[in-house]
T-cell receptor, first 113, second 114 residues
Framework: GNSVTQMEGPVTLSEEAFLTINCTYT??????LFWYVQYPGEGLQLLLK?????DKGSNKGFEATYRKETTSFHLEKGSVQVSDSAVYFCALSALGGYQKVTFGIGTKLQVIP | GAGVSQSPRYKVAKRGQDVALRCDPISGHVSLFWYQQALGQGPEFLTY????????KSGLPSDRFFAERPEGSVSTLKIQRTQQEDSAVYLC????????????FGSGTQLSVL
């Protein structure tokens, strides 16, 4: 079946540090890939997505590139801010009759001033 | 409304009680999903509706869990004879039924079974 594996946290970084959160997936066919974010006290919301190989999703300074050859979708940001502190979920949705989204375990990021 | 609305926000139940959790999706969204999120974990799929039809209920953990969406909009997740292991946040999400379309999540219902 489909699955997502992402690095476990928590990840603690100083402000302006470089961020990478690793994500790899297993799926049949060519899924769409997503990063969702959950800020403290808020619901899950989409951060970025990519729907085909070599696509790069980007939003709010975050980027992730759909790498079919390595089945990966790593999240990166060049300079994190305290406001980026949240839980980040890698996810995929498989082709088929409908779009069932499968989530990873989530990686908690804490950015300290 | 502007977003996905879930109620109640918090629910405390005694073991053995029945509970009903409500989800009001974004108007016009064909697809509706229920997920269960245990503490420190990612959301786990429970069930999927396309309009009023429940097309996938493979994630429901037992026959104590039941979901419905009779008119293709509001959905209710019912848990009968609640157990402590049912304690979790129950998330509802809706979307347009298009490839690569994102999910819009509600804030969830936090269920605590004592």
């Amino acid at each position: 079946g489909n699955s997502v594996t992402q690095m476990e946290g928590p990840v603690t970084l100083s402000e302006e540090a470089f961020l990478t959160i690793n994500c790899t997936y297993t799926a049949t066919g060519y899924p769409s890939l997503f990063w969702y974010v959950q800020y403290p006290g808020e619901g899950l919301q989409l951060l970025l997505k990519a729907t085909k190989a070599d696509d790069k999703g980007s939003n709010k300074g975050f980027e992730a590139t759909y790498r079919k050859e390595t089945t990966s979708f790593h999240l990166e940001k060049g300079s994190v801010q305290v406001s980026d502190s949240a839980v980040y979920f890698c996810a995929l949705s498989a082709l088929g009759g409908y779009q069932k989204v499968t989530f990873g375990i989530g990686t908690k990021l804490q950015v300290i001033p | 409304g502007a977003g996905v609305s879930q109620s109640p926000r918090y629910k405390v139940a005694k073991r053995g009680q029945d509970v009903a959790l409500r989800c009001d999706p974004i108007s016009g969204h064909v697809s509706l999903f229920w997920y269960q999120q245990a503490l420190g974990q990612g959301p786990e799929f429970l069930t999927y509706f396309q309009n009023e039809a429940q097309l996938d209920k493979s994630g429901l953990p037992s026959d104590r869990f039941f979901a419905e969406r009779p008119e293709g909009s509001v959905s209710t997740l019912k848990i009968q004879r609640t157990q402590q292991e049912d304690s979790a946040v129950y998330l509802c999400a809706s979307s347009l039924a298009r490839l690569g379309e994102k999910l819009f999540f509600g804030s969830g219902t936090q269920l605590s079974v004592l």
